[in-house]
Protein backbone atom coordinates (compact mmCIF):
# COMPACT_ATOMS: atom_id res chain seq x y z
CA UNK A 1 0.00 0.00 0.00
CA UNK A 2 1.69 3.54 -1.04
CA UNK A 3 2.44 5.63 1.68
CA UNK A 4 0.70 9.59 1.75
CA UNK A 5 3.03 12.10 1.22
CA UNK A 6 3.92 14.62 4.12
CA UNK A 7 2.01 17.22 2.55
CA UNK A 8 -0.80 15.22 2.19
CA UNK A 9 -0.98 13.55 6.05
CA UNK A 10 -0.50 17.24 6.75
CA UNK A 11 -3.91 18.41 5.30
CA UNK A 12 -5.68 15.51 6.50
CA UNK A 13 -4.60 15.85 10.40
CA UNK A 14 -5.37 19.68 10.17
CA UNK A 15 -8.87 18.96 8.13
CA UNK A 16 -9.77 16.13 11.02
CA UNK A 17 -8.62 18.61 13.77
CA UNK A 18 -10.85 21.13 12.15
CA UNK A 19 -13.51 18.87 12.11
CA UNK A 20 -13.45 18.07 15.41
CA UNK A 21 -13.64 21.30 16.84
CA UNK A 22 -16.49 22.15 14.62
CA UNK A 23 -18.90 19.08 15.12
CA UNK A 24 -19.61 19.58 18.81
CA UNK A 25 -21.01 22.94 17.61
CA UNK A 26 -22.47 22.19 14.97
CA UNK A 27 -24.65 19.67 16.67
CA UNK A 28 -25.14 22.43 19.70
CA UNK A 29 -26.12 25.04 16.63
CA UNK A 30 -28.64 22.61 15.34
CA UNK A 31 -30.16 21.89 18.58
CA UNK A 32 -30.44 25.74 19.67
CA UNK A 33 -32.00 26.64 16.03
CA UNK A 34 -34.69 24.11 16.39
CA UNK A 35 -35.47 25.14 19.99
CA UNK A 36 -35.83 29.20 19.22
CA UNK A 37 -38.02 28.34 16.57
CA UNK A 38 -40.48 26.34 18.55
CA UNK A 39 -40.60 29.86 20.87
CA UNK A 40 -44.01 31.56 20.23
CA UNK A 41 -42.77 35.39 20.39
CA UNK A 42 -43.36 35.85 17.15
CA UNK A 43 -39.86 34.90 15.68
CA UNK A 44 -37.51 37.35 17.69
CA UNK A 45 -35.41 34.60 19.42
CA UNK A 46 -35.22 32.86 16.03
CA UNK A 47 -34.16 35.12 14.09
CA UNK A 48 -31.82 36.33 16.59
CA UNK A 49 -30.43 32.71 17.04
CA UNK A 50 -30.43 32.65 13.05
CA UNK A 51 -28.54 35.91 12.49
CA UNK A 52 -25.71 34.77 14.97
CA UNK A 53 -25.91 31.02 13.30
CA UNK A 54 -25.04 32.36 9.56
CA UNK A 55 -22.74 35.09 10.75
CA UNK A 56 -20.79 32.62 12.91
CA UNK A 57 -20.40 30.01 9.73
CA UNK A 58 -19.35 33.15 7.35
CA UNK A 59 -16.48 33.95 10.49
CA UNK A 60 -15.68 30.38 10.17
CA UNK A 61 -15.25 30.09 6.08
CA UNK A 62 -13.16 33.38 6.31
CA UNK A 63 -10.97 31.69 8.93
CA UNK A 64 -10.38 28.22 7.08
CA UNK A 65 -9.83 29.87 3.79
CA UNK A 66 -7.56 32.24 5.30
CA UNK A 67 -5.21 29.78 7.55
CA UNK A 68 -6.57 26.49 5.33
CA UNK A 69 -3.36 24.47 5.92
CA UNK A 70 -2.36 25.44 9.09
CA UNK A 71 -5.47 26.46 12.19
CA UNK A 72 -3.73 27.31 14.92
CA UNK A 73 -4.85 27.34 18.59
CA UNK A 74 -7.01 30.65 19.02
CA UNK A 75 -8.51 29.10 15.46
CA UNK A 76 -9.65 26.26 16.54
CA UNK A 77 -10.86 27.31 19.95
CA UNK A 78 -13.01 30.19 17.87
CA UNK A 79 -14.23 27.24 15.82
CA UNK A 80 -15.51 25.49 19.25
CA UNK A 81 -16.52 28.40 21.38
CA UNK A 82 -17.00 30.71 19.47
CA UNK A 83 -21.06 30.41 18.34
CA UNK A 84 -21.85 30.94 22.23
CA UNK A 85 -20.26 34.90 22.52
CA UNK A 86 -21.11 35.21 19.40
CA UNK A 87 -24.71 34.26 20.21
CA UNK A 88 -24.50 36.75 23.02
CA UNK A 89 -23.18 39.44 21.18
CA UNK A 90 -25.80 39.46 18.70
CA UNK A 91 -28.37 38.64 21.25
CA UNK A 92 -27.09 42.35 22.71
CA UNK A 93 -26.79 44.03 19.44
CA UNK A 94 -30.37 42.68 18.39
CA UNK A 95 -32.16 44.12 21.58
CA UNK A 96 -30.42 47.23 21.53
CA UNK A 97 -31.02 48.27 17.80
CA UNK A 98 -34.99 47.29 18.36
Do not use: N
Not at 23 to 42: A, E, F, K
Amino acid sequence: MARMSTDAEERFTALRAMWAAMRPTLLVQVGIVLMSSLVLDGGVIYKCVLTAAISYWLFVLAAVFRRRPRLERHDRWFLKWGFFFWLGYVAVVRSWVA
